[in-house]
């Protein structure tokens, strides 16, 4: 049975940092592709970033790119989401997910082609 365990959110501030971690358990991840989404009060939720587990490949959304990074720790069946110069709509629960249907070449990006969920971590950016 997959697990997937979400770690590190919490309160930060405007232009402030922080490290998200998702601890994977249940099956071997290689052919998998690990994403972050997140969802704030009333909105949908939506893709943040993903990577392969092999780390080949990565996918951010455009509000994220250049200041978050997307990482695997295959030692430590872990993925990260390195998450830097915060604003504050960046004010989420943040969830990881794994999917394991799509091809290596492929980053999937809606949340409905994903098979696994954590239960998510808070991340509040306060200004």
């Known amino acids: 049975q997959v697990q997937l365990v979400e770690s590190g959110g919490g309160l930060v501030q405007v232009g402030g940092s922080v490290r998200l971690s998702c601890a994977a358990s249940?099956?071997?991840?290689?052919?998998?592709?690990m994403g972050w989404f997140r969802q704030a009060p009333g909105k949908e939720r939506e893709f943040v970033a993903a990577i392969r587990w092999t780390g080949a490949s990565t996918h951010y959304a455009d509000s994220v790119k250049g200041r978050f990074t997307i990482s695997t720790d295959n030692a430590k069946n872990t993925v990260y989401l390195q998450m830097s110069s915060l604003k504050p709509e960046d004010t989420a629960v943040y969830y990881c997910?794994?999917?394991?249907?799509?091809?290596?070449?492929?980053?999937?990006?809606?949340?409905?082609?994903?098979?696994?969920w954590g239960q998510g971590t808070q991340v509040t950016v306060s200004s």
């Open positions: 249940g099956r071997t991840f290689g052919g998998y592709a």
């Open positions: 997910a794994a999917e394991a249907d799509s091809p290596e070449y492929l980053i999937p990006t809606s949340p409905r082609e994903y098979d696994y």
